[in-house]
């Protein structure tokens, strides 16, 4: 193995690799800041054109455009409070009331200086601990994804601590709107009202813009300073030192870069996991492991650098079981795994053998489109922060409305969707007013499908004992999970009554 990497690092220190590595992540980055246009979009996009090219360098450029995709999404997620792609989710927590309070630039950097350390440690765990991760992958059956669904659902106890009752509301509210459309396992029509583009459930992405951007439109409208009025004037003076500041504050903390790629590798090996659940599981991780989580929320620093940390470690988690067992980790993924197999590679033991040189030299490729993200996103993503924040409101708001109408509208080419995003949006306002939020809501559409799957298939494939529903009990990974998710519960809470306990102290201080 060691002969293979040393040859793939002189192979991508080559001057056709690095650009096709540099023009893959400028591509990516691009594709990932438009609402609507996720990896797996982007990918698909370029499939057509590595048919004409050789094997290395299209999965080259693919790997290159996936990490710049994944990247990507924060910026929309920072700037506007829109993710570009589902699994900026968490970003948006933090990252735009950082942009509220004038530090944006801040929230750029860090997310670039943890996206590219994430993406290194993914990779690291690709060529180091691929075939013994993919083995214990295996392991997971119906029962373990619906405990993980579960343990996702849990955070919510950390989204919505000030009420932990009106954060289960939200939940719940998304794990209704999951069963919108045909059920994924009987085939059921449920909930479409008689109307057949319903029958397709409801996008995830539809629900991501309407949710998290038409709120943030209508407070512009109705309050042009909520978007910080002091940020322009604040950027300028601070932004010969912003940049080594912020690198040095992520940097100091390398606990929660360590903690939140591993949790990106590990779930982004999981197929059918990857980044929407990874970023939630370590902003979830990263709060309930801080000394301050009542900052989080508020324009945490770390709130912006754990998500985005664990996006960067996925990639090279999704393709841990792609190249060993040919099990694509994310739809991405998948667009891959064509690629390889029109090149006549099957994943397997045989690809590290008798492909050994292509396999590590694209493996080491997606390594060096982490670290290409610095200087590309040090460069065009502050310049990008700059432009938005010298934008006036009135000029703002048209070009959100115009990305999220493309937005939605690119999901399925149906007009239909462009009108439920408005519809959805509009409640997530209202819902937003008596305090159930729209991070909590989104959160159950993402997990709903997966612990409906989850629960379904598990009952199905225990009929044959006499009470199915004890296999959810008796497996030992989901013991496991099980009780991660009452401590983590339990953690959470007891943090929130400790907090609540400091404030009251303090009060009764202030009163004296």
Known sequence: MLEFLAEAFVQNLSPSLLLLIFLGVLGGMAMGAIPGISATVGLALLLPVTFTMDPLNGLVL???VYMGAIYGGSFTAILVNVPGTPSSIATTFDGYPMTQQGRSEEAVVGVTVASAVGGVIGVLGLIFLAPPLANFVLNFGPQEYFWLGIFGLAMIASLAADSLVKGLIGGSLGLLIATVGISPVGGEVRFDFGLTFLQGGIPLIVA?????????????ITDPASRGGEMIEEGAGRRSSVLVSTVRDVLSRPLNLLRSSVIGTFVGALPGAGGNIA????????????????????GEVDGVVAPESANGAVVGGGLIPLLTLGIPGAPPDAVIYGVLLLHGLRPGADLFVAQGSLTFTFMVSVAMAAVMLIPVGLIAGRALQRAVVGTP????????????????Y????NVADVALMFLLGLAGYGLRSVGIV?????LGIVLGVIVEEGLVQGLLASSGLAAPWTSFFTRPISLVIIV??????????????????RDGQEGGETAE
């Open 62 to 64: 693919l790997g290159a």
């Open 208 to 220: 991501l813009i309407g949710f998290f951007t038409i709120p943030v439109i209508i407070d512009l």
């Open 279 to 298: 970023n939630l599981i370590a902003y979830s991780e990263a709060r309930r492991a801080s000394r301050n989580p009542e900052r989080y929320g508020k």
């Open 393 to 408: 409101t009135r000029y703002i708001v048209p070009g959100i409305v115009l990305l999220t109408i493309i937005g939605s």
């Open 410 to 413: 690119a999901v399925r080419n």
């Open 438 to 442: 729209p991070p909590t809501i989104v």
């Open 484 to 501: 991660l998710t009452l401590v983590g519960v339990a953690l959470v809470l007891w943090a929130d009554r400790r907090a609540r306990r």
